[in-house]
């Protein structure tokens, strides 16, 4: 093995060290898209909380990912990078409804019958965002582990 490759090694299994740090504080978080049905102003704003707090370290994360990924292939990571913008804004997006929801968490109610139109088109609007965000993530995650099984795997077994 020559000197460029023992280099290239030692690089990607410092980032990929790096990244499972970062992947094991995230699994900690424990955050769930899944909307509740919670008319309590304290539960949406502990939600928001535990939202950035998970949001910050998701981009770490994802940010690491498109490091090790420029690392390796630069057009790929360049893919990656536009998806992180995009989770960036879907995640702008999910706090910004979650936002009207704390201000008037009876939107939330389901035992009100006599919603009006805002707060149903508020809540549907939560429950698909939240969807987006999921769907959006494990995308995310698929594609880096196509990545890694494909050309990490490979250069930190020779």
Same mark, same amino acid.
């Given at each position: ?10 690089i990607v299994k410092e980032h990929s060290e790096k990244l499972a740090k970062l992947g ?77 929801? &704390?201000?008037?968490?009876?939107? #939330? $109610? ?9 707060? /149903? =088109? @508020? !809540? ?7 969807? &987006?965000?999921?769907?959006?993530? #494990? $995308? ?9 099984? /494909? =050309? @990490? !795997? ?5």
């Amino acid at each position: 093995m020559n000197d460029n490759s023992n280099e290239l090694k030692k690089i990607v299994k410092e980032h990929s060290e790096k990244l499972a740090k970062l992947g094991i504080e995230l699994a900690k978080n424990q955050f769930s898209y899944k909307v509740e049905n919670k008319p309590s102003k304290e539960y949406w704003e502990n939600r928001i909380d535990d939202f950035n707090k998970y949001n910050e370290k998701g981009m770490k994360y994802y940010n690491e990912i498109h490091s090790l990924m420029n690392i390796i292939n630069r057009e790929e990571s360049q893919m990656f990078l536009l998806r992180i913008s995009k989770f960036r804004q879907m995640g702008i997006v999910f706090m910004e409804i979650m936002n009207k929801i &704390k201000e008037n968490p009876t939107i #939330m $109610d389901s035992k009100n019958k006599q919603q009006s139109q805002w707060s /149903k =088109k @508020i !809540k549907d609007e939560i429950v698909e965002q939240s969807k &987006k965000c999921l769907d959006f993530e #494990m $995308d995310m995650n698929s594609a880096f582990r196509e990545f890694y099984d /494909k =050309k @990490i !795997k490979e250069i930190l077994e020779k």
